[in-house]
């Protein structure tokens, strides 16, 4: 019955380097969202991926961040070139679908996050 | 746009006090969502409770209930007979049906220390 789950939990980058944060979302999940939560400042959304699929990537900066959910392995936020403004939480969450067949929104479960501090 | 507001940043209770934590949001939409999560210390979400717009029963769980007042677009979250272990970040949240309830709109949090 395990969760959500990303790693590294904690992951240090020197300005330049690229960063990759990986989440495997709950059992039966498809759907996967990405989040991330400045200091101080609540969740913001980024990207929602089906499997092989980028659905809404609104949210993600346009340049040096991509994300993908191919048909095997886990999701991967990727930061190219991480400047220190980079520096966040990031969380991972998972649902079985976006909605339910009665319309309603699946819930989505919350990974514990990869903390990544850009030095 | 979507907003959701929460004005208190902190609050500091003593154990068995209650306490209320508001949240007020901002939607065009007439279908919507509501949620609270909890991120204790240790750093992860816990999802506590989903309420849709159609639906201003409270709601009762323990220690915790729920007063959605869709006349002042607010969801706000009270702990009764508080606990050291409530000490965490509270999180609001608001997804809406004309995003295809794909995104959660996070609240900035309010942070609820509880001393024994």
């Known amino acids: 019955n395990a969760g959500v789950m990303q790693n590294p939990r904690h992951l240090v980058r020197r300005r330049g380097q690229e960063a990759r944060l990986r989440c495997s979302p709950m059992?039966?999940?498809?759907?996967v969202y990405w989040y991330r939560q400045l200091p101080e400042e609540g969740l913001k959304f980024m990207v929602y991926?089906?499997?092989?699929?980028?659905?809404?990537e609104s949210g993600m900066p346009k340049e040096r961040f991509s994300a993908e959910f191919p048909k095997e392995g886990p999701s991967i936020l990727r930061i190219q070139q991480v400047v220190r403004g980079d520096s966040a939480a990031y969380f991972c969450a998972s649902s079985r679908t976006a909605r339910t067949s009665g319309g309603t929104p699946e819930t989505q479960y919350f990974g514990p996050g990869t903390r990544l501090l850009v030095l | 746009a979507q907003k959701v507001t929460q004005a208190q940043t902190e609050i500091s209770v003593v154990e068995k006090e209650d306490v209320t934590l508001d949240c007020v949001y901002e939607t065009r939409d007439t279908t919507y969502y509501l949620f609270w999560y909890k991120q204790p210390p240790s750093g992860e979400l816990v999802f506590l409770i989903r309420r849709n717009s159609f639906d201003e029963q409270n709601e009762i769980s323990g220690r915790y209930s729920w007063n959605f007042q869709k006349s002042t677009s607010s969801f706000n979250f009270t702990i009764t007979a508080s606990q050291v272990v409530d000490s965490a970040v509270y999180f609001c949240a608001l997804s809406e049906a004309q995003s295809g309830y794909s995104t959660l709109t996070f609240g900035k949090g309010t942070m609820l220390l509880v001393s024994p």
């Open positions: 991926l089906q499997k092989e699929n980028i659905i809404d």
């Open positions: 059992k039966g999940h498809s759907h």
